[in-house]
């Protein structure tokens, strides 16, 4: 057997690695090098395996021994000494990883990876309700760790704000980070998803719309009217005839009109759904293009903002050139146009499918959504004509 006095004396490099053996399959391997390791030969199912049990002098001998019995009960436990200090050390390294992987850090990776993938406004909108409302709270928190009530606790005080909707976005998106963290092996479970039932349901709101024939046309009369700026007003005129989303129209570039094929081609990135949108133009739209290019044309944007060409008007834009017209934001919004088009449409007998087709909804029948691929594009263009000239018999208040 060893003492720490033969080790010092007797234990010197030599040429070629030899053993100074202790007891029960422990030795001292003295390296050329001068490098002295204790080692643990023993055997488990059948074959022969070394454990090493640290270095000399950083580890002594009497702590050598220490850990030749704790390997010796494991091998007498039908435990392999080897596998159990990988499983330790695999759990070590996960719980140094579940200290690291905070919701902020997951949350940072998650938008750097879908960032490519979304409109900008919704990028700026997600980085703050995280910045606002996530990371002060649970930001520094192993993703892991977060159960239910932690995350309740947290949207609950958006929710005492009476901001509602943002709580229920909040919620959403937490969900998102938390599928990445499972998708990633960062977390079992999305804890947001045991919250169904226990926030306030946000209640549905309507955008405001004029939709009786009558009022169509004084609205129309009106915006034919109307004396702010030029690109405002041609905005505002094209909104009833186009009905798309405010800020595709507001947003909309002239390299994405085609006056040979009279098509605007809202491409995906700018859509809701993020699938490329065709809008059939027709004469009368086709005439207040042509009217704003000379003004607008040389720029990226038709509808360019009045302080720099770089940017397209503001959201609210045409929502405050309505309330300049003396309609109120529970009369008329600009969203509202897609509301008149849908209903008046629905009225002049046309096929819904068209119509939902070209106000480029979301068919909420999955099944057959994934079959139906049929664009109706010849059905839009003749819907489109005949809308428009229903807007021009509104507007001049003739019989139908």
């Given at each position: 057997m060893l003492t720490d006095a033969t080790i010092r004396k007797q234990c010197k490099p030599g040429p070629q690695a030899y053993k100074m053996t202790d007891r029960d399959g422990l030795y001292l391997l003295v390296q050329p090098s001068g490098g002295r390791c204790w080692r643990y030969d023993y055997r488990y199912a059948g074959k022969r395996k070394t454990l090493a049990l640290g270095v000399y002098p950083d580890v002594p001998l009497v702590t050598a021994r220490e850990r030749l019995l704790e390997a010796r009960q494991q091998v007498a436990d039908n435990l392999d000494p080897s596998a159990v200090r990988k499983a330790a050390k695999t759990e070590q390294q996960r719980l140094v990883n579940l200290e690291r992987d905070t919701f902020e850090t997951v949350a940072t990776e998650w938008l750097g990876k879908h960032k490519a993938k979304l409109a900008p406004k919704t990028v700026i909108k997600n980085n703050w309700l995280f910045k606002t409302y996530l990371?002060?709270?649970?930001?520094?928190l192993p993703i892991a760790k977060i159960e239910p009530p932690i995350l309740l606790a947290t949207l609950q005080k958006i929710e005492a704000l009476g901001h509602i909707e943002t709580t229920h976005r909040t919620k959403?998106?937490?969900?998102?980070?938390?599928?990445?963290?499972?998708?990633?092996?960062?977390?079992?479970?999305?804890p947001s998803a045991d919250l169904r039932g226990a926030l306030t349901p946000v209640t549905p709101t309507h955008h405001a719309a004029v939709?009786?024939?009558?009022?169509?046309?004084?609205?129309?009369?009106?915006i034919s009217g109307f004396s702010g700026s030029f690109p405002v007003r041609q905005a505002l005129r094209l909104a009833p005839l186009l009905f798309v989303r405010p800020g595709e129209l507001r947003a909309a570039e002239w390299s994405e009109i085609d006056f040979d094929a009279n098509l605007w081609r809202i491409p995906a990135w700018r859509t809701k759904l993020r699938r490329q949108h065709l809008v059939p133009l027709a004469t009368q739209a086709v005439a207040l293009l042509r009217e704003l290019q000379p003004l607008t044309g040389h720029g990226r944007y038709v509808f360019p903002s009045i302080r720099t060409d770089k940017r397209p008007m503001s959201?609210?834009?045409?929502?405050?050139?309505?309330r300049r017209l003396g309609y109120g934001h529970d009369e008329m919004t600009a969203h509202g146009f897609r509301t008149m088009a849908s209903t008046r449409l629905n009225e002049m007998g046309y096929r819904s499918d068209v119509i939902e087709k070209q106000l480029a909804h979301e068919d909420k029948d999955t099944v057959r959504a994934a079959y139906n691929r049929a664009e109706h594009l010849d059905e839009r263009q003749q819907m489109m004509i005949a809308w428009a000239d229903e807007l021009d018999r509104l507007r001049e208040g003739r019989e139908a």
């Open positions: 990371f002060p709270e649970i930001g520094h959403q998106i937490a969900g998102q980070v938390f599928r990445f963290a499972i998708a990633t092996g960062r977390a079992q479970r999305d939709i009786e024939p009558e009022a169509i046309g004084s609205l129309l009369r009106a959201d609210n834009t045409l929502n405050a050139g309505l």
